[in-house]
Nanobody, 115 residues
Framework: QVQLVESGGGLVQPGTSLRLSCAAS????????MGWYRQAPGKQRELVAR???????NYADSVKGRFTISRDNAKNTVYLQMNSLKPEDTAVYYC?????????WGQGTQVTVSS
């Protein structure tokens, strides 16, 4: 059973940065599409950013220019660098692994942006 373990969330002030990490217990990590999603209270889960096995990325319009997704296949880890955080970025952030019949989710990590 593949496990995805997120880390790096926390309480930060507006305008600051955080980096989320998601480590996968999957030996062939590199073949999967990896994504970060978020869910704010009372809202549906939404895609934040996604990176393909080849490194192509796409972002939600709300985070373009502020967030960067990357992956280190040697470490089976995907990252989300979040800069210029806003209160509306407050949510639980989930890591997702998709492909080859798999659609796996991590347990989520809370990000709270507040002054």
């Amino acid at each position: 059973q593949v496990q995805l373990v997120e880390s790096g969330g926390g309480l930060v002030q507006p305008g600051t940065s955080l980096r989320l990490s998601c480590a996968a217990s999957e030996s062939i990590f590199s073949i999967y599409v990896m994504g970060w999603y978020r869910q704010a209270p009372g809202k549906q889960r939404e895609l934040v950013a996604r990176i393909s096995s080849g490194g192509s990325t796409n972002y939600a319009d709300s985070v373009k220019g502020r967030f960067t997704i990357s992956r280190d296949n040697a470490k089976n880890t995907v990252y989300l660098q979040m800069n210029s955080l806003k209160p509306e970025d407050t949510a639980v952030y989930y890591c997702n692994m998709w492909g080859r019949g798999k659609d796996m989710w991590g347990q989520g990590t809370q990000v709270t942006v507040s002054s």
